[in-house]
Nanobody, 126 residues
Framework: QAELVESGGGLVQAGGSMRLSCAGS????????VGWFRQAPGKEREFVAL????????????YFGDSVKGRFTISRDDAKNTVYLQMNSLKPEDTAVYYC???????????????WGQGTQVTVSS
């Protein structure tokens, strides 16, 4: 079973930046797309970003939820088996628990992701 571990959450002021990391196994990252989701209290889990798995010839394509386009970027370092979510121009409404997840599909629906991390809290103060 894949194990995904998020890190990098915390408290930041509005307008600031934060980078989250998602570490996993080579087996998972070499065969799965990795996404980030977030869930605020009382709200449904929301798709944030996705990066496809890559090989020497293709992959590494990125997709973003509408609410974070232009502010967040996603990248992967396959040598470290880690996916990063760089969050810039943070807003109070970005406050949530952020999860990374892995799937073999190219989808943004949380139900289609097979493996999940434990989540990391991001709090943006106004």
């Amino acid at each position: 079973q894949a194990e995904l571990v998020e890190s990098g959450g915390g408290l930041v002021q509005a307008g600031g930046s934060m980078r989250l990391s998602c570490a996993g196994s080579a087996r998972t990252f070499n065969t799965h797309n990795v996404g980030w989701f977030r869930q605020a209290p009382g709200k449904e889990r929301e798709f944030v970003a996705l990066i496809t798995w890559s090989n020497a010839w293709s992959g590494g394509d990125t997709y973003f939820g509408d609410s974070v386009k232009g502010r967040f970027t996603i990248s992967r370092d396959d040598a470290k088996n880690t996916v990063y979510l760089q969050m810039n121009s943070l807003k109070p409404e970005d406050t949530a628990v952020y999860y990374c997840a892995a799937t073999r599909s190219l989808v943004t629906e949380a139900a289609s992701y097979n493996y999940w991390g434990q989540g990391t809290q991001v709090t943006v103060s106004s």
